[in-house]
């Protein structure tokens, strides 16, 4: 059984930084590659971010340039960090396997970017 639990969403002032960490346990984290997902109000879910076993990186234009994505695989954790925030980035922030696996989905960390 997979088990991915996410935090460190919370309300952030725009231009501001969170960091989300997601814990997993019930796999062999290091032989996956995984990513970050993120669904607004009213919109499909996205991929935000992945990244492989070993260090390459994918990001969403959306998210270029702002959002890094890493993994301690020590730690079975695969973290964002999420800087230059925007009220567009609002959404329910999820991880998974890269590509997603249905029955992986968890509930997920809201983060809200108001001032």
């Known amino acids: 059984q997979v088990q991915l639990v996410e935090s460190g969403g919370g309300l952030v002032q725009p231009g501001g930084s969170l960091r989300l960490s997601c814990a997993a346990s019930?796999?062999?984290?290091?032989?996956?590659?995984m990513g970050w997902y993120r669904q607004a109000p009213g919109k499909q879910r996205e991929l935000v971010a992945s990244?492989?076993?070993?260090?390459?990186?994918n990001y969403a234009d959306s998210v270029k340039g702002r959002f890094t994505i890493f993994r301690d695989n020590a730690k079975n954790t695969v973290y964002l960090q999420m800087n230059s925030l925007k009220p567009e980035d609002t959404a329910v922030y999820y991880c998974?396997?890269?590509?997603?696996?249905?029955?992986?989905w968890g509930k997920g960390t809201l983060v809200t970017v108001s001032s």
């Open positions: 998974n396997e890269y590509p997603a696996r249905l029955d992986y």
């Open positions: 990244i492989s076993i070993g260090i390459s990186r």
């Open positions: 019930g796999s062999i984290f290091s032989m996956y590659a």
